[in-house]
C-alpha cells in the first residue's frame, strides 16, 4: 500500500510539473518570444560616429543636394544628442544623425543613416528594421500620427520617423519626408 501511495504521489508531481512547464511554454509563445532571433545588445551603445564614413559622408552630401531640390530646405549634422526606438540590428551600428534645416521648426526632423560593410548586409538590416518599425513594440515608442521611411543607398541605411503633430511647419517638413522618402531604394514600412 505504501508503495502504490508513493508511485501515485511521483505520478502527480511528474503531472504538475509537466503542466508547469506546458504553461510557460504557451504564455512565451503568446508573448511574441521568438528565440531564433537575435538577443537584445548589451554593453554601452554607441553614439555618433566623430567622422563620417565615406559611404555615409556620401550618402549626406546626395541627400542633402535632393533635400535642397525637391524641398527647398538643406541637411545639417545633428549637434544633439538623438536616438530612436531601433532593433537589435543597428543598435551596434556606425551611424551619424543629420536634421534638415526647416525654417520655422529647426529641431523637429531627424534622419539616421546607418552604415554596415556591405550592401547586402545592408539590405538584411533593412529587412529586419522594416519589420521592427511595422510591430507593436516599435509603433508604441512613437506618436500615434508617425509617419516612417526607411531606405538603402548602397552600404547605408537611411531612416527618419516624423510625426506631423509634432511640428509647426508641416508643409515644409512633409516636403523633406516626401524627397527623403524618394531616396535611394525604398524598404517598404507598414504595420
Not at 545588445?41 to 553614439?47: E, K, M, N, S, V
Amino acid at each position: 500500500m505504501r508503495r502504490r501511495l508513493s508511485s501515485a504521489c511521483a505520478a502527480r508531481t511528474r503531472t504538475r510539473h509537466f503542466g508547469t512547464l506546458l504553461i510557460t511554454v504557451l504564455v512565451l509563445a503568446g508573448c511574441g518570444l521568438n528565440l531564433a532571433e537575435t538577443p537584445a545588445p548589451t554593453g554601452p551603445l554607441p553614439t555618433a560616429l566623430g567622422s563620417l564614413t565615406p559611404a555615409i559622408a556620401e550618402t549626406h552630401a546626395a541627400l542633402d543636394a535632393a533635400l535642397r531640390a525637391g524641398a527647398r530646405v538643406g541637411l545639417e549634422d545633428a549637434l544633439e544628442a538623438y536616438r530612436p526606438a531601433e532593433p537589435p540590428v543597428l543598435v551596434f551600428a556606425p551611424r551619424a544623425v543629420f536634421k534638415v534645416r526647416l525654417p520655422d521648426d529647426p529641431d523637429r526632423v531627424y534622419v539616421v543613416a546607418y552604415g554596415f560593410p556591405n550592401a547586402a548586409a545592408a539590405a538584411e538590416a533593412g529587412r529586419l528594421a522594416a519589420r521592427f518599425y511595422a510591430s507593436g513594440p516599435a509603433l508604441v515608442q512613437f506618436p500615434a500620427d508617425t509617419r516612417f521611411a526607411l531606405s538603402q543607398v548602397g552600404e547605408v541605411l537611411v531612416f527618419i520617423a516624423w510625426s506631423p503633430g509634432s511640428t509647426s511647419d508641416q508643409v515644409t517638413a512633409q516636403g523633406a519626408f516626401d524627397v527623403i522618402r524618394a531616396f535611394g531604394e525604398a524598404i517598404a514600412v507598414s504595420p
